[in-house]
């Protein structure tokens, strides 16, 4: 982590890189209802500083074009969205985590990843954990993400560095230091097996944190712990 203050922006209103890769099948609708938690998606370290735990009420929401699964709240909702990406039957899946006052939280992709990536930045990595669901089953083992990264030359309103934050998945831990943002179009997803990879990103509107102590506060309250949670519950059946 570096050692002086980050400030943080809003990701800002460029073009996207968009990496997709096609996955054959058809897909219909999503599953999502109340299920017992399954103790592989358990929360890392059980209880939250905000005092939800691993046993909390939870649901599960199943994708369909894919064996894959994540746990989320009862209170909160899923949407889901199937699109065709190529000529074949290709399709991408998302899946859109909201809460009861209907605020876009999450998203998480089958074979689409809609980041800014290429960019050269410097990383700093406020918190990252293995995806259990994600390990044996990827090509490189899925890690939860949380960082900050700081774009060359880039300033923000106040003549500071420019700084993006983001919760995320990574193929692999992601380094503290120099490189592209998300990993760049290679590492910006978790590659399952061919055709087939999950990438996920928080709401921009919540990434916007004056600096990594402020992050930090946001990632130990519920709210953070809770989609911290959720992607940490990522598996592959």
């Known amino acids: 982590m570096h050692s002086a203050p980050l400030r943080g922006r809003r990701r800002p209103a460029a073009v996207h890189t968009v990496v997709a890769l096609f996955a054959a099948g058809v897909l219909v609708g999503c599953s999502a209802g109340p299920s017992p938690a399954p103790p592989s998606a358990a929360s890392p370290g059980g209880a939250s500083p905000g005092g939800a735990t691993s046993q909390e009420t939870a649901a599960i929401h199943r994708f369909t074009s894919h064996p894959l699964s994540f746990r989320y709240p009862s209170d909160w909702s899923v949407a889901a969205e199937v699109r065709p990406i190529g000529p074949g039957g290709e399709v991408r899946e998302t899946a859109t985590v909201v809460d009861r006052a209907g605020r876009r939280l999450l998203d998480v992709f089958v074979n689409w990843a809609p980041q800014d990536v290429g960019t050269e930045v410097t990383r700093a990595v406020l918190d990252a954990e293995p995806v259990p669901g994600l390990g044996s089953a990827a090509v490189r083992p899925g890690y939860y993400a949380f960082y900050a ?41 978790v590659q399952i097996a061919a055709g087939y990879s999950v990438g996920a990103d928080a709401s921009a509107d919540l990434m916007t944190f004056r600096d990594a102590a402020e992050a930090l506060r946001w990632l130990g309250s519920p709210e953070g712990q809770r989609l911290k949670a959720i992607l940490t519950s990522l598996t592959v059946y």
């Not at 934050?165 to 590492?187: A, I, K, N, V």
């Open 149 to 189: 990264e700081t774009e060359a030359g880039a300033v923000g309103p106040d003549r500071a560095p420019a700084v993006t934050y983001s919760m995320t998945l990574s193929p692999g831990r992601p380094l503290d230091g120099p490189g592209q943002r998300h990993g760049g179009p290679f590492d910006s997803t």
